[in-house]
């Protein structure tokens, strides 16, 4: 069974960081592709990053250059460094494949960005 906690949210001000972990159980970054997504109160869940298995990385538009994933297979660990950090950005953060599955959503962690 796979589970995936996610750690590092927070508060901080804009312009400010945050670097979020997410930690697997289980077999699952042998060979997935895994993603950051974020759902701010009244929004849909968006993808706002992902890595594959090999190390390629693709970002959303808005976090391009302000975000960065990266994946430590032997932890079964993923990351997300966040800087400059906006209000906008304010979500909660989860972590699961690309595509997600449904029954891998964990808790989430949260993001709060101060103006």
């Known amino acids: 069974q796979v589970q995936l906690v996610e750690s590092g949210g927070g508060l901080v001000q804009a312009g400010g960081s945050l670097r979020l972990s997410c930690a697997a159980s289980?077999?699952?970054?042998?060979?997935?592709?895994m993603a950051w997504y974020r759902q701010a109160p009244g929004n849909q869940r968006e993808l706002v990053a992902s890595?594959?298995?090999?190390?390629?990385?693709d970002y959303e538009d808005s976090v391009k250059g302000r975000f960065f994933v990266s994946r430590d297979n032997a932890k079964n660990t993923v990351y997300l460094q966040m800087n400059s950090l906006k209000p906008e950005d304010t979500a909660v953060y989860y972590c699961?494949?690309?595509?997600?599955?449904?029954?891998?959503w964990g808790q989430g962690t949260q993001v709060t960005v101060s103006s």
């Open positions: 699961n494949i690309r595509p997600a599955l449904t029954i891998y």
């Open positions: 890595i594959t298995s090999r190390g390629r990385t």
């Open positions: 289980g077999r699952i970054f042998s060979i997935n592709t």
